[in-house]
């Protein structure tokens, strides 16, 4: 199995970005995905999750301003980050399942 994330950058408080993800070597379908961020001398959080059944989990830090969502079809993994504010600054990983790991990519917001 192989992830690959993208979208990451630099952006400006209040900004957005859109981060994609996309999967190989397995039924996309059947898993649940999850975006996670890791901040410098932090453990890594769950941010977002989206299940077969499409049902989606967002951490309190970002509802309302983030939104997780999938193309089975495709199989992309999205992040759609808005109103993005410094604390969110992180690399952000994709994951496939409970396994199945993303190489990251960093998210940079500016005050």
């Known amino acids: 199995v192989q992830l690959q994330a993208s979208g990451g950058g630099l952006v400006q408080a209040g900004g957005s970005l859109r981060l994609s993800c996309v999967a190989s070597g397995r039924t996309f379908s059947t898993y649940s995905m999850g975006w996670f961020r890791q901040a410098p001398g932090k453990e890594r959080e769950l941010v977002a999750q989206?299940?077969?059944?499409?049902?989606?989990y967002y951490a309190d830090s970002v509802k309302g301003r983030f939104t997780v969502s999938r193309d089975s079809a495709k199989s992309m993994l999205y992040l759609q980050m808005d109103s993005l504010k410094p604390e969110d600054s992180a690399v952000y990983y994709c994951?496939?399942?409970?396994?199945?790991w993303g190489q990251g990519t960093q998210v940079t917001v500016s005050s």
């Open positions: 989206i299940y077969p059944g499409g049902d989606k």
């Open positions: 994951r496939l399942g409970t396994s199945y």
